[in-house]
């Protein structure tokens, strides 16, 4: 059987203005627990804002990718305050294959 918290959260998601007395009656449970369930939900990230909005998960897919070296070089002595002219240098970088193992992993590695 799902918790009191678990049943709450599906009635907030399906109704996201619900009211506390509203979630109490339909749970069994009085409005301060309701309300003491809603403010540990809110905390631990589970449910956004006063209208108990869930957050949305959605896979992030990275297909392909690649590495860009920028270079930035002060065309002379840097002085904190000021904006300080440079040249910049841009190449592509290391592709995938040619990286470390570890690297390599990290950048296939993009569904979050």
């Given amino acids: 059987m799902s918790s009191s918290k678990d049943q709450l959260l599906a009635l907030v998601e399906s109704n996201p203005f619900i009211s506390q007395q509203e979630l109490a009656d339909q749970l069994g449970l009085s409005r301060s627990a309701v309300a003491g369930h809603l403010a540990q939900l809110t905390k631990?990230?589970?449910?956004?804002?006063?209208?108990?909005?869930?957050?949305?998960?959605?896979?992030?897919?990275?297909?392909g990718g690649t590495n860009l070296?920028?270079?930035?070089?002060?065309?002379?002595?840097?002085?904190?305050?000021?904006?300080?002219?440079?040249?910049?240098?841009?190449?592509?970088?290391a592709s995938p294959a040619t990286l470390p193992r570890t690297s390599r992993a990290w950048a296939c590695r993009c569904i979050c």
């Fill in 44 to 63: 631990e990230g589970r449910i956004l804002g006063r209208a108990y909005v869930l957050p949305q998960r959605q896979p992030i897919v990275c297909i």
């Fill in 69 to 93: 070296d920028r270079k930035l070089r002060g065309l002379g002595p840097l002085r904190m305050g000021s904006s300080n002219p440079a040249t910049q240098h841009e190449t592509a970088g």
